[in-house]
């Protein structure tokens, strides 16, 4: 039996530390699903087709990873695609309190899915997309918090934002 996981987020946009998050998952399971949900209701910086196509270009070179998105529940669409395990990462004590919530939920609402939490690396502890966002929106330097395409992609959203 394959043990797939589904690597659920926002990914707006992806950065190194969910790229470490993939990587090291890649050695548990056979197969991760990089699922990014799209909330047509919630407002995002990068639209769906702009936030795959980005991870889509981080992920290639990794054989047994893909990129999907879903709406609705994640434990269905989890179940849709037959994983057995959600994978998520865990930065400071401050985000174990609404991933233990959200663990416990998805345990709920189905208990055939288990909630595997990695911790960051050290270097990625206080790496988010939404801090990574905001000092790119005011011109700070960004290298080597997320892959240069997103650097770029970042750059160009702000420029457009502003025009
Ligand atoms: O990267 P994020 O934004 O912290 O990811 C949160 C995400 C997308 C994994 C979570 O909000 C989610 O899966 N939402 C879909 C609805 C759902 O199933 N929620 C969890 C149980 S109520």
């Not at 407002?43 to 087709?49: D, S």
């Not at 990129?67 to 179940?79: E, P, R, S």
Request: proline share 3%; glycine share 6%.
């Amino acid at each position: 039996m394959q043990r797939i996981a589904i690597y659920p987020g926002s990914f707006d946009p992806v950065t190194n530390g969910h790229l470490d998050i993939i990587e090291r998952g890649c050695k548990l399971f056979d197969y991760i699903i990089v699922a990014i949900l799209h909330n047509p209701n919630k407002q995002f910086l990068f639209t769906v087709e702009e936030r795959i196509e980005m991870l889509e270009s981080c992920v290639k070179d990794i054989p047994n990873v893909e990129t999907d998105f879903y709406n609705g529940l994640l434990v269905d669409y989890a179940k849709k695609r037959k994983a057995q395990a959600i994978l998520r990462g865990i930065r400071a004590v401050s985000d174990f309190e609404y991933e233990f919530q959200m663990a416990l939920m998805n345990r709920r609402l189905n208990r055939n899915i288990q909630t595997v939490s990695l911790m960051t690396g050290l270097r990625w502890i206080f790496t988010s997309s939404s801090i990574i966002k905001e000092a790119a929106k005011f011109g700070g330097d960004i290298s080597g918090m997320v892959p240069q395409l997103v650097e770029q992609k970042l750059k160009e959203k702000f420029s457009q934002n502003t025009k």
